[in-house]
């Protein structure tokens, strides 16, 4: 059986939006442009659970926060993701009727997957992987040996669809097959040239 897994950011959902993130550092008096580097610079560590949202806010901002301050900060973050890519999920539409198996794998910390799972177009991919449920992040190799082992499925027998080219390159160090996903047309492409 193929399995077909996708990312989420920037994959199945459009990127976040520069008015979004500003709109999060607004909401607590950060500068957007310090905001945005701390958000990005302690992300992975976030994604990988190794901080906590209070530690990973806290050092976004360079101060302490409140509860209150988290618990705003985490819905407007998982707001900022809930934008659908139509095009791909057009695409992940055709490959379920197509009766492929179908998995996600996204690096995002927990409050943000429980986030997303909530969201309709996610429902109908019946795997989804997040790294921190998992304490793994992309693109080490410990994540996609996990998900293989999930689905019970050989390495060559997934497809791994990825915007970011490292994380396509850990996939294949694995024994997957990458796509680097540019657009869904292109994605749309590249799946029916693949080997079947």
Known sequence: MTWIVFDYGNVLSLPQ????????????????????????????????????????????????VTPSEVARLVAM??????????????????????????????????CIADGLDELPWIAAIGHRFYSGRMGLVKPDREIFDAVARELAADPSEIVFIDDRAENVEGAERAGMTGVLFTTAAALRKSLRELPR
């Open 17 to 64: 939006s520069e008015s979004d993130a500003e709109a999060m550092a607004r909401a607590v008096g950060a500068e957007p442009e310090t905001f945005a580097r701390g958000y990005w610079e302690h992300r992975l560590e976030f994604d990988r659970a190794s901080l906590s949202p209070v530690d990973y806010w806290a050092a976004v901002l360079g101060r302490p």
């Open 77 to 110: 973050d998982v707001a900022s993701w809930a934008y659908p890519d139509e095009g791909t999920i057009a695409v992940l539409g055709e490959i379920l009727d197509a009766g492929d198996g179908v998995a996600l794998l996204s690096n995002a910390p927990v």
